[in-house]
Each structure stands twice: as structure tokens, then as C-alpha cells.
């Protein structure tokens, strides 16, 4: 009997394999073989031969989603992949390359590259995660008293005080209020709980909104070039089409209104109903902190477009330059007398940023205003699929927004600790500046704010064409050479867009201190010897 089961059951998948290949599958061949498993011990199905040559692949490229095809992110591309086989093989055989560490300076992940976390905030996570410990009496000796006070304060605001558990879909209610005091005593203008969405960092803040936003590829936002690729990646990903804005590198990547009319225009000559306008202050990759003016100067153009203001403010507190200053494009919109009837705006937040640097932590949120009710309806609706962000970056980003105040114990702590990292960070970025500009046909702008460089190459016609040789973009090209050559990783600025016939790199301002010499010295012997290669 077992025999002829297991026959039987060869038969019928050898003619469905037979039947369904290239054609579409049979429904009641498929619903024979289910049938007939039901006989089939597990034992059985071992005995079945290896069909593998005649099935087809489950998968392949030309199978999958094109939309997926179509995302590119490059601050974990090719470059990335390259430069990690590099560091295991100088950990396999040290001394296999011409020197003998990598530094990375591709991705703003701070803490990676030996950035401490801020002492108060790991405190309060670590009471927050084990409560046992509130009640020791040993604890009163190991960690600051205002820091075990807080504790107890966000332990209250959840629900048995279970960080274990699942929250509200949009987050803590609690922690909600906390962020939206801190929102209102930075802005100067009220800020509402029910407004703010927690969320595992901004990136998936940012999904949401283009899943909102993008009906099909007529849906155009308007972005940045250059841009985080983020966005281009999720606009591929929900099927919309990116509209590029060019900012302008000849006056410190100004965003000039000019270009936005025009490419605005532009759009709906194609067809393309433009959407949105992605605004990323601080500049990533390009560095640049807004003036108050040019920002007033997009709100105006949003409302009289009627056009949704994404904000990305994720750099907020990384300002490098005493003649600048962080101002929330709510904080503007509002002082212009522009309420929650006048302006649809999302401002994104980020605990992986500013002097903090927590990326594995994924924490961060996204303020949602002038919106209908229906609309935050379907914005809820949207939060609730995914559940609830993690609970340990829910309650990062309410302390990021309310940190220890001036008679606090940990104030003092606290204070030198944000101080010295935003003081070696505005270093760092002095120097790498003025390295990039003593480079052979290379500038770079002033690092006002964010954590980048982006300076500009000149390249020589013979680099050109041997990338072309090479199937490569010229900067990327270089970018491989440099990181052959040296161990130094960047990202070429074909990954974030360009002005034509322009080429970048970005390189961040975050390896240590006592690590920025050495990079200083392989990019200039690098690029001397690159340039002298291929001088015309």
C-alpha cells in the first residue's frame, strides 16, 4: 500500500510539473497532489527524488517586484560590499593590503565608530528595561538619582509596566506628551500628543507618507538633488516618480524657489500631479543649514501650491556654525501666521542623529499637521498594521526631546557629554573641509550643520574614460580606487544625484578624532597619485 501511495503520488507530481511549466498552473492537478499528501507520512516525502531540475526557480529577477529592482540605496552598495571582504581579509592574513584598517566614512551610525552614548539616557533605558532593580538598594549607588526618578515616571505610563508588551499604535501616550512639551518649548507654538507618531527611526515615518501620497507613477514628490537616498528609494518602492530640485552648489547648496516653480511646472507637463516637497535641513549629504528666509520662502510656495511640506529635521540639534541656527519648519510656518487649516506639514525626528547617535535603537517619530480627520484616520490605520515601534526607542525619543535641566543631577554629566561630542564633531568637519579644498581641482562647502561633506571632483578626461572602460560612474570609480588604495570608504555622489556631468563623494565627519589624520593623509597621497595617473 505504501508503494503504491508513494507511486501514485510521483505520477501526479510528475504531471503537474509537466502541465504547469511555462503555462499557468492547473487548479484540480494542484489540488490532486494536496489530496494525495494527505497519505503521505513524513517519512514518505523523504523518499521523493530531488526535482529540482525540473521545476523552475520560485524566484528570479525578472519575477520579483520591478519596484524592488528599481530602489537603490547607496550608502550600502557595491563600495560597502567591497570594503567588508577587505576587513576580513586583513583579519584573515594581516598585512594582505597597503594598510591595515578600514575606515569607514560612508554611513552616519555614529557610536560604530566609537561615539559613546549619552550616560543619562542609557541609564533610564537600562532601569526602564529590568524595573526589578528600582527597588535594590544597590541601585541607588549605581545610577544618578533623576535618572531612577524618570524611570519610575515613563514605568508609570505604561500599562503594567510592561515594556515587553505591545503600545498604542502610535506610541506611548504618555511619551507622546513628554515629545510634544519638548516640541512646544523649542518651537514657542503648541504641539498636540495626538499628533505625534512614534516610530523605529524616520525612515519607516517616511514610508508611511509615500504609501499616503503615491496613487501610481503620475504621483510626483519633489526632492532634493542631491538627496538621501531614502527617498528616491522609497518613491521607486510605492511606485511613485521622484521630481528632482536642484540645489545650487555655487552658493552653498542654496534651494532657490526659482527651481522648485520650475521643475514644478516641468511636472505637470508630463502628466505628473506633484505631491509633496521633501526638504532635509540640516542638508544630507550637502551639509547646509537654511536660512530663516529661504524657509518662509518654501512654506509660501507649499500653500500657494497647495503642496504637503515634508520636513526632514533629523539633524536638528548637528549645527557647526555660530552664524546659523536649527529652525522647525513648523516654528516658521506658525510665526508667519499659518495654523492647522493652512498647511499640511510632517516634520521628521530621529534618535540616531544629532549628538546622540543611536541607530541601533531605532527610535524616532514624525509630527503630522493640518491634515483632515479622515486623513489621520488613514494615517492611524496605516501605524496600526505595523503594530507599535519598539518601546526602547519610544522612550529614547521622549528623552531626547526632554533631557536632564539644570539642577538635575545628571545635568551637569549630561551637559559635558552633548557638549564634547557636537564640539569634536564642528572639529572634525573644519578639518576634513579644509583637507578637501586643498585637494587638486577638488571643493568643498562649508560644513554648516549634519554630519557629511560633499565635496565636488574635477576628474581628468583619461579617469573618465577609463570608468567608462570600466562600466562604472567616474566618481564611483574613484571611490573604488580610493578604497583599493587606502581603506577608506565614501560614498560616490552618483548615489545621491548630481547636477550632469558634476562628481562628488560623501564622506562623513564621524570617525574619531584621533582617526581623522590618517584619513586626511590616505586621501591626499590617494588623490595625487590618482591625479598624476590620469593627468591629461
Not at 505628473?272 to 536660512?291: E, F
Not at 576628474?459 to 570600466?470: D, G, V
Request: hydrophobic share 35%.
Amino acid at each position: 500500500m505504501r508503494r503504491f501511495v508513494i507511486g501514485r503520488a510521483k505520477s501526479l507530481q510528475n504531471r503537474y510539473f509537466q502541465n504547469s511549466y511555462p503555462t499557468h498552473h492547473n487548479h484540480n492537478q494542484f489540488q490532486s497532489i494536496s489530496d494525495h499528501s494527505r497519505f503521505l507520512s513524513s517519512t514518505s516525502v523523504l523518499d521523493f527524488p530531488s526535482s529540482s531540475s525540473a521545476m523552475a526557480p520560485p524566484l528570479s529577477l525578472n519575477t520579483i517586484n520591478p519596484k524592488v529592482l528599481e530602489c537603490e540605496y547607496a550608502v550600502r552598495g557595491e563600495i560597502v560590499t567591497i570594503a567588508q571582504r577587505l576587513q576580513e581579509e586583513l583579519k584573515d592574513n594581516p598585512g594582505s593590503h597597503p594598510f591595515d584598517e578600514i575606515l569607514y566614512c560612508n554611513i552616519g551610525n555614529p557610536q560604530s565608530l566609537g561615539q559613546q552614548p549619552i550616560t543619562f539616557f542609557r541609564e533610564v533605558l537600562a532601569l526602564c528595561a529590568h524595573p526589578a532593580i528600582l527597588d535594590k538598594s544597590e541601585t541607588q549607588g549605581l545610577f544618578s538619582t533623576d535618572a531612577i526618578e524618570r524611570a519610575w515616571e515613563i514605568l508609570d505610563q505604561i500599562p503594567g509596566r510592561a515594556t515587553g508588551a505591545y503600545s498604542h499604535s502610535q506610541g506611548i501616550k504618555g511619551l507622546r506628551e513628554t515629545i510634544a512639551a519638548g516640541i512646544e518649548a523649542r518651537d514657542g507654538f503648541p504641539a498636540n500628543p495626538n499628533d505625534i507618531y512614534l516610530t523605529d527611526g524616520a525612515s519607516p515615518a517616511v514610508h508611511m507618507m509615500m504609501q499616503l501620497l503615491i496613487r501610481s507613477e503620475k504621483d510626483g514628490i519633489l526632492c532634493p538633488i542631491p538627496q538621501y537616498p531614502l527617498y528616491s528609494a522609497s518613491i521607486a518602492l510605492h511606485g511613485g516618480s521622484l521630481v528632482p530640485y536642484y540645489l545650487d552648489e555655487a552658493t552653498g547648496w542654496g534651494l532657490e524657489i526659482s527651481e522648485l516653480k520650475k521643475q514644478l511646472e516641468d511636472a505637470k507637463s508630463k502628466g505628473i500631479t506633484v505631491r509633496a516637497v521633501v526638504v532635509i535641513n540640516p542638508g544630507n549629504p550637502t551639509g547646509q543649514v537654511l536660512p530663516e528666509d529661504n524657509q518662509r520662502a518654501i512654506v509660501e510656495f507649499c500653500k500657494q501650491e497647495g503642496l504637503v511640506l515634508l520636513a526632514d529635521e533629523v539633524y536638528q540639534e548637528n549645527v557647526y556654525v555660530p552664524e546659523k541656527q536649527f529652525h522647525s519648519f513648523k516654528k516658521i510656518s506658525r510665526s508667519m501666521g499659518y495654523g492647522e487649516d493652512d498647511l499640511s506639514l510632517v516634520s521628521f525626528q530621529s534618535v540616531s542623529k544629532g549628538y546622540y547617535g543611536e541607530c541601533g535603537k531605532r527610535g524616532g517619530y514624525m509630527e503630522v499637521t493640518g491634515f483632515a480627520p479622515e486623513i489621520n484616520e488613514q494615517i492611524y490605520k496605516v501605524a496600526s498594521v505595523n503594530l507599535c515601534s519598539n518601546i526602547s526607542g519610544q522612550i529614547l525619543a521622549s528623552l531626547v526631546m526632554s533631557p536632564p535641566k539644570v539642577g538635575d543631577e545628571s545635568y551637569d554629566s549630561y551637559s559635558a557629554e552633548k557638549d564634547g561630542i557636537l564640539s569634536s564633531l564642528a572639529r572634525r568637519a573644519k578639518t576634513l573641509e579644509d583637507a578637501c579644498n586643498e585637494l587638486e581641482g577638488v571643493t568643498c562647502n562649508k560644513a554648516e550643520g549634519a554630519m557629511y561633506l560633499f565635496p565636488r571632483i574635477r576628474l581628468p578626461e583619461k579617469a573618465i574614460k577609463a570608468a567608462e572602460a570600466a562600466k562604472k560612474a567616474p566618481d564611483a570609480f574613484y571611490c573604488q580606487r580610493l578604497l583599493n588604495a587606502t581603506g577608506v570608504v565614501v560614498v560616490p555622489g552618483s548615489g545621491f544625484g548630481q547636477v550632469p556631468a558634476t562628481w562628488h563623494f560623501r564622506c562623513t565627519i564621524l570617525p574619531q578624532e584621533d582617526k581623522i589624520p590618517a584619513i586626511v593623509s590616505r586621501l591626499s597621497e590617494f588623490h595625487k597619485s590618482f591625479m598624476d595617473e590620469f593627468r591629461d
